[in-house]
């Protein structure tokens, strides 16, 4: 066995017992995801491999390919779920497919050799550039509890699984938007409850790694540990990695595309800036920044390559666009209510949304704090950065700068984000670019002293990450054996016990009507609900001069045979949202006390109609 065989061998097993030492009899929920998630990864960066050849993409990295299998993934799951083909043989032929795609490229080009470009100096790399990744490791093996994870990023691939593809459901405003990732992720939800927010882990370990990598072969650092260090000790990177959150993935396709356009090939970046803004739609804003400094609009050459990346970043998305119209009659829903009036979207839906996404500035003067603000405040769940720019980015004026452009690219995005949104996860991307400029001023500046304060910030970082991941989790509950798995769940998602009783209860294809509750990630039957931004779902049943068994019949004549209510989420969210009028609650509320549940624990009832 060669020495780059033994090292993966020795590597893989270190992880496998590391985690039975951390989880004891928790390893037996961790390792088969594990397994699967790594085993996705695979078949997806082979996929992608075989993609770089035959597109002749020059010089392809690991992550290049991976993110070329994600994109892959997207399309063959956009275009099944599109005529509602989606189901258990299609996902197994897509697994199928790509890992033998990928075991035959492994053949052609073993890893022995110069071989399946990547594998090689990503495990040859020193063990001491994985360390870092062991705490976000821990919380990422956690059975999935995060509020946004359970509703949208891992909720919207289940919805998808559980109904047969894309459905013609309104209500369901993130189902309905830019939504790749979501759509890529899910042959990891078909491999089971905990494999994507592992497969998600691994990925965004990957994506740091190749940053590293990236930053010392062409932007000027010196030793890829300190970036490393840099960017795995951000709070928000120890969240995101920990977290399914699709900000992740749309930094991940933004920096290939800065990657490859500062190689020369613009076509392939902007595709990967389309599919990032494919990812999320925000991502149009670190887009419009880079049109500014990537192109000089009054060279001829420049302008022609500006309106093909449009035009490129156009065909990207317009196939959401027509998903959106086929099943919401709105093409750009939920923007432009206006010109495709819906019964399910209006102004004051539009005003929610606005108020939820929010702002952290409103006028120029609020922009006087960001740099101390971004440090020391959480801004949006897991929006913590920590002190290492304020204290190196100052550092950058003692000398020349290489890649200046990028830099100021990033301090842009970063300056007007806040503009936009309270959530600075959305701007990712300019903390890692941030990242490695601030470590090549730490590495410029040098002596004793600094690297001290360097090393300091690094521990602060992670302290700061640790106690923020710990007040999400509370991880030491599950691993000190307080709760088993079933019990964790429950913990931090009440209405799991009725979500598991209808899985157990409900035959296979029994529809379910969810109320109140948005979470819908564990649910293994087909159903139907509406976000915290839509009009309750149940508003339509609810017309004047309708009584109990109409309000009943009318479910069940849209084939629901099965009704999820969480009366507790039903209450927030109409003191938040005002998801119905206040006569509308109160003539649900009667009703449902009309009928006995067959199930009910805490704030959640389940009701049996047929």
Not at 26 to 41: D, E, F, T
Not at 99 to 124: E, I, N, Q, Y
Not at 365 to 377: E, I
Not at 506 to 516: H, I, R
């Amino acid at each position: 066995m060669g020495k780059l065989n033994l090292r993966a061998l020795l590597s893989a097993s270190a992880v496998i017992l590391t985690l039975n030492l951390l989880f004891f009899n928790y390893s037996q929920h961790v390792i088969v995801p594990l397994l699967a998630a790594l085993l996705l990864l695979y078949a997806l960066v082979g996929l992608g491999d075989a993609l770089a050849a035959a597109f002749r993409v020059e010089g392809p990295g690991l992550l290049e390919k991976a993110g070329l299998g994600l994109m892959a993934a997207s399309a063959y799951f956009f275009v099944i779920g599109y005529f509602r083909l989606l189901g258990g043989w299609t996902v197994l032929l897509f697994l199928a497919g790509s890992l033998a795609v990928a075991v035959w490229r492994t053949a052609r080009r073993p890893l022995a050799g110069d071989g399946f470009a990547g594998l090689k100096s990503f495990f040859s790399r020193p063990l001491g550039e994985f360390a870092p990744f062991l705490l976000p490791l821990v919380y990422a093996a956690l059975p999935p509890t995060f509020y946004d994870s359970l509703v949208y990023h891992l909720g919207i691939p289940n919805l998808y699984l559980q109904s047969g593809g894309f459905v013609a459901m309104p209500q369901f405003v993130f189902a309905n938007t830019f939504i790749y990732y979501e759509i890529a992720l899910i042959p990891a939800v078909f491999l089971g409850d905990m494999a994507p927010r592992l497969f998600h882990f691994f990925l965004g370990t990957l994506f740091v790694l190749a940053v590293a990598d990236e930053a010392a072969a062409s932007w000027g650092v010196r030793r890829k540990l300190n970036l490393v260090l840099a960017l795995v000790s951000l709070p928000m990177t120890l969240f995101l990695l920990a977290t399914c959150k699709n900000d992740l993935a749309g930094a991940m396709f933004i920096f290939l595309a800065l990657q490859r356009f500062r190689r020369g090939d613009w076509k392939l970046s902007a595709a990967f800036w389309g599919f990032a803004v494919g990812v999320k739609i925000f991502n149009l804003l670190p887009l419009a920044v880079f049109a500014l400094f990537a192109f000089k609009p009054w060279k001829r050459a420049d302008l022609r390559k500006l309106a093909l990346t449009a035009l490129i970043v156009v065909l990207a998305v317009s196939p959401l666009l027509v998903k959106n119209l086929r099943f919401t009659g709105n093409p750009f829903f939920p923007f432009l209510y206006e010109a495709f009036p819906s019964d399910h979207w209006d102004g004051d839906r539009f005003r929610f949304m606005q108020d939820d996404v929010g702002a952290m500035a409103r006028a120029p003067a609020d922009a006087l704090r960001l740099p101390y603000d971004l440090s020391f405040f959480n801004h949006g769940y897991g929006g913590l950065v920590g002190p290492l720019f304020l204290v190196f980015l100052p550092f950058l004026l003692l000398g020349p700068l290489r890649e200046r452009k990028w830099l100021f690219w990033a301090l842009l995005v970063l300056a007007l984000a806040p503009f936009f949104t309270a959530s600075l996860r959305f701007v990712y991307v300019a903390f890692v670019v941030l990242a490695i400029f601030a470590t090549r001023a730490y590495e410029t500046a040098g002596g004793r002293l600094l690297k001290a304060v360097f090393h300091l910030l690094i521990a602060m970082n992670f302290i700061m990450g640790f106690a923020m991941l710990e007040k999400f989790y509370q991880a030491h509950s599950l691993l000190g054996g307080t709760y088993s798995p079933e019990q964790y769940r429950e913990r931090f998602f009440p209405a799991y016990p009725a979500i598991a009783y209808v899985n157990r209860a409900a035959p296979p294809g029994a529809q379910v009507l969810v109320v109140g509750e948005t979470r819908n990630f564990f649910l293994k039957r087909p159903y139907r609900l509406s976000s915290a931004l839509d009009h309750c779902i149940v508003k339509k049943y609810l017309g004047e001069g309708r009584g109990a068994p109409e309000f009943f019949a009318a479910i069940r004549s849209d084939g629901f045979s099965w009704l999820l209510v969480n009366f507790s989420e039903l209450e927030r969210l109409q003191a938040e949202y005002a998801i119905l009028t206040a006569a509308e609650k109160e003539r649900l509320l009667y009703f449902l006390s009309m009928r006995a549940p067959v199930f009910r624990q805490g704030a959640t009832s389940v009701y049996r109609l047929d």
